[in-house]
């Protein structure tokens, strides 16, 4: 048994920011933008929350796959932005959806979430546990970056992107995915740190420090991508026995434009074959992949039989890849 994409939705917050409008906010440009990553514009919520873009996205998705929310036995939705610390982003999902009879969960591996979510389903699939489920990469960024740090707020954008699956006779999923914690300091955004009356006054945190936000050595992230995501590729289609000539969509993480022309580059296939949605969304997180998905798909380019590899790789050090028949 593996997992087929029964159908895809996405949902993105109708307020767009345009490079030349966080010009006239920040010491930034359109060129420097448009060069260095390819972004154009992104959205941006206007007071959306991450699980109502989740919701959005998982109700088209369910339209798409013609599945009834009550069917579904699984949920997993990755993010980096839950609204809320309890309950987690999936159940929040489920309520609103009406899953009544799915498992829900949240998963955090960053950009590589939606992949990593989806792995984890296929594993289910695989084992015979489960055999319909709703895979969710959604996000609200914007309030996570930092607005005067001009080096990665200009990169970040809002949305959310759903994939219901099912089990299926038929087709393949392979996947490798890996993560290097040691490298966590390279993308970080801290969360609460220990503060309560038991806590010596020395220890109390300062306003600073209760409220951190997205913090990125960009030249080694992208360094990081652009070495280890070919890897990635080459180690699925080796573990699903295909050529890269084999594949007929590469759908990678949308981080920047010069990371995927460059792992092109280096996998000697057309940037063709490498559809690209940064330049309206900007970087989306767990997002990026199954809202790129969802648009592909919405554009008729993918055809059922066609083979497609997914590629996701972000903070933790996290990154995969999967290979799978459409
Ligand atoms: O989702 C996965 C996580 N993220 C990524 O994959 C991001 C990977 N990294 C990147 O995409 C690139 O490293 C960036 C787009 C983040 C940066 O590009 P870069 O070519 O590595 O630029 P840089 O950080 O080396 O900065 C070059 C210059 C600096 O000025 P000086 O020191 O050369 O005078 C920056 O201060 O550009 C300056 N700069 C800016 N200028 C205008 C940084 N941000 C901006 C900005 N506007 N927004």
């Known amino acids: 048994m593996r997992l087929r994409i029964r159908g895809t ?42 699980t109502d873009l989740c919701v959005q996205a998982s109700r088209r998705a369910l339209a798409d796959a013609g599945m009834d929310a009550e069917e579904l036995e699984l949920i997993i939705a990755a993010t980096v932005s839950p609204d809320d610390y309890l309950p987690n982003t999936g159940c929040a999902v489920q309520s609103a959806i009406g899953a009544v009879h799915a498992v829900a969960m949240e998963l955090n591996a960053a950009c590589a979430g939606f992949l990593f979510a989806l792995n984890t389903v296929q594993a289910y699939i695989q084992a015979g546990i489960y055999r319909k489920a709703l895979v969710i990469g959604g996000e609200v960024l914007s309030k996570m970056v930092d607005w005067e740090d001009r080096s990665t707020c200009v990169l970040f954008g809002d949305g959310a992107g759903a994939a219901v699956v099912e089990a299926a006779e038929e087709g393949y999923y392979f996947f490798c995915q890996g993560s290097d914690g040691r490298k966590g300091n390279v993308l970080s955004c801290r969360n609460r740190r220990v503060c309560n009356p038991f806590v010596s006054e020395e220890k109390a945190l300062s306003e600073k420090e209760k409220q951190d936000y997205v913090r990125m050595d960009g030249r080694e992230v992208f360094r990081f991508a652009v070495r280890t995501v070919p890897e990635a590729i080459r180690e699925v289609l080796q573990r699903g026995e295909r050529t ?58 993918l055809k059922r039989g066609q083979t497609i590899v997914l590629s996701g790789f972000g903070a933790g050090l996290t990154w995969g890849a999967a290979l799978l028949k459409w």
């Open 9 to 50: 939705g996405s949902a993105l917050p109708a307020h767009c920011v345009t490079n030349d409008e966080l010009s006239r906010i920040m010491d930034t440009s359109d060129e420097w933008i448009v060069s260095r990553t390819g972004i154009h514009s992104r959205h941006i919520s206007h007071g959306e929350a991450t």
């Open 244 to 301: 890269v000539e084999e594949v007929d969509w590469f759908l990678l993480h949308q981080a920047n434009e010069r990371i995927i022309s460059a792992v092109a580059k280096r996998l000697k296939v057309s940037e063709e074959k490498f559809p690209m949605n940064l330049d309206h969304c900007g970087n989306t997180s767990a997002a990026s992949i199954p809202i790129l998905l969802d648009e592909v798909n919405k554009k008729g380019l």
